[in-house]
């Protein structure tokens, strides 16, 4: 059945043509968006079938999955329902400013000089922003605590699928997946980060080398982590050429570092497929380029944003 690809696909999608209609004049989004709404159609009809049925199909088998990736982005802080780390104080700045200002968020003071706009990958926050500007700060952050759990909760699906698994036990796995961090902060004892209170980021005892967990991940880069995690996945679900350069560029347009360590793998699939043609032969393949393009004109060509002041989620 094709419901998980294209529900995960529409995921990615979505937020990417708010930006299209949001940040790029008339002119643009409006072409942009229907190239990418019909490669999107035939994308639809290219789609491998999965093992797994619709959720509604089999409530017993889906359920306790759903409530435990539900317990465990409750417990990350996305929201504002449970203890944030530092490194919220940033994000909530960027939905804060999303929801305040009109659309492309355009800061401009007598101190600073030139206007400068902001910077930053936006996307992911795009939809719980727009609800946030027709209901408030509340229902922002209900909005993105739910948009963040159907992702999570869509890449247990996917990776469910490959390893022809429960989602459950796919849910476990993600959450306890890790490294020896633990370890290496008692062997290599330093004033940060330490094993009590549980709440440093024990990945920096090794200096700038990380292997974050995938907890880790969640808990703080969200809008990264979760887009990323459902690209790949789709990518390993056996997607053909013309699409994963489609996915990638979506990638791309969350997480641009993700999509940067997510090349070689590209290659690598697309090399095992003998037709190297393929992507310029479909029309997916012909537009794939469009997301990624779209988002690093205003990425690359605004002046560098001003350091965003951090919001405490508290005083909103």
């Known amino acids: 059945m094709k419901f998980l690809h294209r529900l995960s696909i529409l995921y990615l999608v979505l937020p990417f043509i708010i930006f299209c209609m949001g940040w790029l004049r008339l002119s643009i989004a409006i072409p942009v968006t229907a190239l990418t709404l019909w490669a999107l159609w035939q994308l639809f009809n290219q789609l491998p079938i999965t093992s797994y049925q619709s959720p509604t199909s089999n409530l017993r088998f889906f359920l306790p999955a759903l409530l435990l990736t539900g317990l465990w982005v409750f417990l990350s802080g996305v929201g504002g329902y449970t203890f944030q780390n530092w490194d919220h104080h940033w994000r909530n700045a960027v939905l804060h400013d999303l929801i305040t200002y009109d659309w492309p968020v355009i800061y401009s003071s007598p101190e600073r000089g030139p206007i400068a706009m902001l910077v930053y990958y936006v996307g992911y926050w795009l939809p719980a922003a727009l609800i946030g500007k027709a209901f408030g700060w509340q ?47 008692l062997l ?24 974050s967990s995938f907890t880790t991940q969640l808990f703080w880069v969200f809008n990264q982590a979760v887009p990323a995690w459902l690209c790949i ?27 940067i360590g997510l090349i070689p793998y590209i290659l690598i699939d697309w090399f095992k497929q003998t037709d190297f043609k393929a992507p310029f032969k479909t029309s997916v393949g012909i537009f794939s380029s469009r997301p990624s393009s779209s988002f690093f004109f205003p990425f690359s060509s605004s002046p560098p944003t001003p350091p965003l002041r951090s919001v405490d989620f508290k005083r909103l």
């Open 139 to 185: 229902a922002a952050n209900f909005a993105l605590f739910l948009w963040t759990w159907l992702g999570v909760f869509l890449v247990t699906l996917q990776l469910g699928n490959l390893l022809k698994t429960s989602p459950l036990k796919l849910t476990f796995l993600f959450i306890f997946f890790s490294g020896l961090d633990s370890l290496g902060t």
């Open 188 to 211: 290599f004892a330093q004033e940060y980060p330490t094993l009590w209170p549980p709440v440093t980021h024990l990945e920096i005892w090794s200096g700038s080398l990380q292997f």
């Open 233 to 259: 996945a789709l990518i390993m679900n056996g997607v053909k050429r013309g699409q994963s350069a489609l996915i990638w560029a979506l990638c791309f347009f969350f997480a641009p570092l993700a999509s």
